[in-house]
C-alpha cells in the first residue's frame, strides 16, 4: 500500500470530507478543541466511519511539518499521478476546455494559490513539469484551500511537447504571459474555445522552449513603475479575464 499522505488546514479537510471522503484513513485533530469548524468536520466524517484520534498540538505539527494546521490533519490514501494520458482523456470529452500551465513555478505556495484561482474560474485542468516544479504538497493543497480537489492537476514529463501536442491533436490555442513585440493587452485576446493559458516562473518567466509553442502572447497593462506581478496574482487576473469573455458569450 502507498505511504499516506497528509492534508492538513479546516478548508483543505473539509474540501476532502466533501468530495471524495472514500480516501480519508484517520483524522486527527487538536486534542481540547471542540469548536463549530471542527464539529462539521466530524459530522462529515462520522457516515464513512473514519477514526478519529485527538494528539497535541506538537503531533499535529509533525504530521503536517509545519505549525500552521489549524488543528486539524487527515492522513489520506493518495491519489494516482495524472498524467499524459489523461491530459488526453480529458481533452477527448471537454473538446473546448480552458487549461492552466505553470512554467517551472516552484514555489508551494504559489502553486497552491493558483490552483485555487483556477477551481473557481472553471479551469479544468492545471499543467506542471515533473521536474523542477513545485508539486501538490500538503503546503499547496492547504493553501489552494479545496481546490486541489476540484480541477485536475497534471504532471507532465515534457512542457513544450505537451503544448505542442495539445496544439496538433485537439487544435487548442497556447496564450502565453509574455511582455515582448508581439503581445496583445489582456483583455484584447480572445480566451473562447479551447485554450491553455501559460504563465511563466516566480522569477524568470517563461522559458524560451515554451515561448516557442505560444500562438499568442499577452500581457497585463499596469501604471506606475511595476513591471511584474507575483505569478499567482497574474495567474487570478488571466483567467478572470478568459471566465469573464468565456461565460458572456
Do not use: W
Request: with cysteine; aromatic share 4%.
Amino acid at each position: 500500500m502507498a505511504k499516506a499522505e497528509y492534508y492538513y488546514g479546516v478548508h483543505s479537510v473539509e474540501s476532502l470530507l466533501e468530495l471524495e471522503p472514500e480516501r480519508v484513513l484517520t483524522l486527527f485533530t487538536l486534542k481540547g478543541r471542540d469548536d463549530q469548524r471542527l464539529q462539521k468536520i466530524l459530522q462529515l466524517a462520522a457516515p464513512f466511519g473514519i477514526s478519529v484520534q485527538q494528539a497535541s498540538r506538537d503531533s499535529l505539527e509533525k504530521l503536517a511539518g509545519l505549525p500552521f494546521h489549524q488543528g486539524v490533519v487527515a492522513a489520506v490514501r493518495p491519489h494516482p499521478v495524472l498524467n499524459e494520458k489523461d491530459l488526453d482523456d480529458l481533452m477527448q470529452h471537454t473538446p473546448n476546455a480552458l487549461l492552466l500551465a505553470l512554467d517551472q513555478v516552484t514555489d508551494p505556495h504559489n502553486l497552491g494559490a493558483c490552483i485555487r484561482t483556477a477551481a473557481a474560474m472553471g479551469v479544468h485542468a492545471v499543467i506542471v513539469p515533473r521536474d523542477r516544479a513545485a508539486s501538490l504538497t500538503p503546503t499547496a493543497r492547504k493553501v489552494a484551500a479545496g481546490g486541489a480537489e476540484k480541477v485536475k492537476f497534471i504532471q507532465v514529463t515534457n512542457l513544450a511537447r505537451t503544448l505542442a501536442h495539445l496544439k496538433d491533436s485537439t487544435h487548442t490555442r497556447v496564450i502565453g504571459t509574455l511582455l515582448d513585440e508581439k503581445a496583445l493587452p489582456l483583455q484584447q485576446c480572445d480566451f473562447n474555445g479551447a485554450v491553455v493559458i501559460v504563465m511563466g516562473a516566480e522569477d524568470t518567466g517563461l522559458r524560451p522552449i515554451t515561448q516557442s509553442q505560444c500562438d499568442q502572447t499577452v500581457y497585463i497593462p499596469m501604471s506606475g513603475d511595476l513591471q511584474s506581478l507575483n505569478v499567482s496574482v497574474a495567474t487570478g487576473m488571466a483567467l478572470y479575464e478568459a471566465c469573464r469573455q468565456r461565460n458572456s458569450v
